[in-house]
């Protein structure tokens, strides 16, 4: 069956929260026959997303505010037009650093994560107390949680 054509209106869908983000798909691998998924994330100044890895690619396009982005061992500042790209099964991160609100564009492929995210959303609800929740949900996804000490 081809895909069909998505037309996603700037007032419709749901946003997720995930760790102090706000998240919107454009798209699911539901919706792409598993081949990709993007999604609106926004980036508020000092949150993020941990150091973290998983079997797809993700990349991101910053619209908004300035990110701080680890790939690797690398470490990249990002502004709004700026794009990268986090290969599959490396480590990654990222944390907001201006005092706008930062807004990107994230891309995944094969999509995976949209079911990940309306977990966290659904689940992690108590910050901090809940994250103890978060390598669990992970496990599910194949999301794997990288503490600093782990890359050494």
């Not at 998505?6 to 869908?13: H, L, P, S, T, V």
């Not at 749901?14 to 983000?21: D, S």
């Not at 980036?43 to 998983?54: D, E, L, R, T, W």
Request: charged residues 20%; negative net charge.
């Amino acid at each position: 069956m081809a895909i069909q054509p998505i037309i996603k209106r700037a007032q419709e869908g749901k946003w997720l929260n995930v760790l102090g983000m706000q998240l919107q798909f454009l798209c699911t691998s539901d919706d792409t026959q598993g081949r990709y998924s993007s999604m609106l994330n926004t980036v508020p100044k000092g949150c993020g997303a941990p150091p973290h890895q998983h079997p797809w690619d993700e990349a991101f396009y910053v619209l908004k505010g300035e990110v701080e982005f680890q790939v690797g061992d690398e470490v990249y500042l990002l502004k709004p037009g700026d794009y990268i790209l986090s290969p599959a099964d490396t480590t990654h991160a990222f944390t907001g650093l201006s005092d706008e609100e930062g807004l990107m564009i994230a891309f995944e492929s094969p999509g995976h994560s949209h079911r990940f995210f309306k977990e966290i959303n659904d689940t992690v609800t108590q910050l901090p107390n809940d994250l103890v929740k978060m390598p669990a949900i992970g496990q599910r996804h194949k999301v794997t949680f990288v503490s600093q000490q782990d890359k050494r």
